[in-house]
């Protein structure tokens, strides 16, 4: 920007977005710190039966072990690293570290048979996506039929350049999950083109699921549609029993959520 237009443009620059601009300069060099300096850990959280109760595979969360604030949710600093692009590196230490973990544990004899990764629209975007997940289980072990990609639905938004991408993952043995489902803008049609394995039910439709007969009838609707398309179900978010019971009558898969267990780090699982 030429030394005209930034004289024009300061007029308008308050001390408020000033002061949001520099918070924003010092998370970023912090995140940076973080990830040189390995501040960074994963949580992971069970992925239940709703049948039979047993644990089908876990769902690594990233947490932020900052040294002054103490532990960071996602929700704080991913929407920067997206920005920054700081989700790229981020993103490959999430899928190394869950794929070592998850080596870890079939070499214990532990009875597990999914790890799944949350997947950024920014990290999926990059040319070199499949390769970097490739090189990934070659380096460290992991079967490709152990690991899941969640993506949402700001990933999916374009079938023409990420159908392809999909199937290429597909062709690998990697299984993909659709996150957040019903959350996006995204309008139903789509749902046939993508390779899915799995549909995850955003916590909201749980949430309302209590309240009446017509929220009821949209999670089942959702329910009967994914298995049309031979996709599994997963519901986010059960928090209480009533929430179970609510969805053990359906023909839903599988659930996750507080009730079972709060996302935990590897020593407590
Ligand atoms: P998500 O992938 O939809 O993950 C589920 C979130 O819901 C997690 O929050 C989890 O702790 C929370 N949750 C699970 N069960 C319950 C429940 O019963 N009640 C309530 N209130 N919450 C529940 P978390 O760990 O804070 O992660 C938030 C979001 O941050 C994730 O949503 C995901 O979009 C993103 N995220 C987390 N880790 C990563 C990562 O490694 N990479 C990327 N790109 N995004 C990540
Ligand atoms: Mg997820
Ligand atoms: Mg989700
Ligand atoms: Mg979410």
Same mark, same amino acid.
């Given at each position: 920007?030429?030394?005209n237009?930034s004289?024009v443009? =300061?007029? =308008?620059?308050?001390p408020?977005?000033n002061e949001?601009?520099s918070?924003?300069?010092i @998370?970023?060099?912090e995140?940076?710190k973080?990830?040189e300096e390995e #501040?960074?850990l994963?949580?992971?959280? +069970?992925q239940v039966s ?5 644990v089908?595979?876990y769902?690594a969360?990233i947490?932020?072990? #900052?040294p002054e604030?103490? /532990?960071v949710? %996602?929700?704080? =600093?991913i +929407?920067?690293?997206e920005?920054?692009?700081?989700i790229v %590196? ?8 869950a ?6 544990w079939?070499?214990?004899?532990k &009875?597990v048979?999914?790890m799944s990764?949350n997947?950024?629209? !920014?990290?999926?975007?990059q040319p070199?996506?499949?390769q970097?997940? $490739?090189d ?6 992991l +079967?490709?039929?152990f690991?899941?990609?969640? /993506?949402?639905?700001? !990933?999916?938004q374009d079938?023409e350049k990420s159908? %392809?991408?999909m ?6 043995g990697?299984?993909?999950?659709l996150?957040? =489902?019903g959350?996006g803008y995204s309008s139903?049609s789509?749902?046939?083109?993508? %390779?899915?394995?799995?549909? $995850? !039910?955003?916590?909201s439709f749980?949430?309302? /699921?209590e309240q ?13 549609? &994914? #298995? ?11 928090e209480?029993?009533?929430q179970?019971?609510? @969805?053990?009558?359906?023909?839903c898969?599988?659930y996750?959520?507080y009730y079972?267990?709060?996302p935990? +780090?590897?020593?407590?699982i």
């Open positions: 920007q030429s030394k237009n004289q443009e =300061f007029r =308008f620059f308050t408020d977005m949001e601009i918070k924003k300069l @998370l970023e060099s995140l940076r973080g990830l #501040h960074f994963l949580y992971y959280q +069970p709703v049948a039979e109760g047993d089908k595979g769902e969360l947490r932020w072990q #900052h604030r103490g /532990m949710s %996602p929700g704080d =600093f +929407p920067l690293a920005e920054t692009g700081l %590196p981020l993103g490959q230490w999430v899928l190394e570290e794929c070592r973990q998850m080596v870890s079939l070499n214990q004899g &009875a048979s999914r990764v997947i950024s629209a !920014i990290q999926f975007q070199d996506f499949v970097m997940v $490739k990934v289980l070659a380096e460290t072990g +079967p490709a039929e690991l899941e990609l969640e /993506m949402t639905e700001s !990933i999916v079938p159908v %392809p991408v199937n290429e993952i597909r062709e690998m990697v299984k993909i999950s996150d957040d =489902f959350t139903l789509y749902l046939k083109d993508y %390779p899915l394995n799995t549909l $995850k !039910i955003d916590k749980v949430d309302n /699921m009446g007969s017509k929220e009821k009838a949209i999670v089942d609707a959702i329910i009967h549609m &994914a #298995h049309r398309l031979e996709f599994n179900v997963i519901a986010e978010g059960i209480n029993e009533s179970l019971q609510l @969805l053990s009558g359906k023909a898969e599988e996750q959520g079972y267990s709060k935990l +780090p590897a020593e407590s």
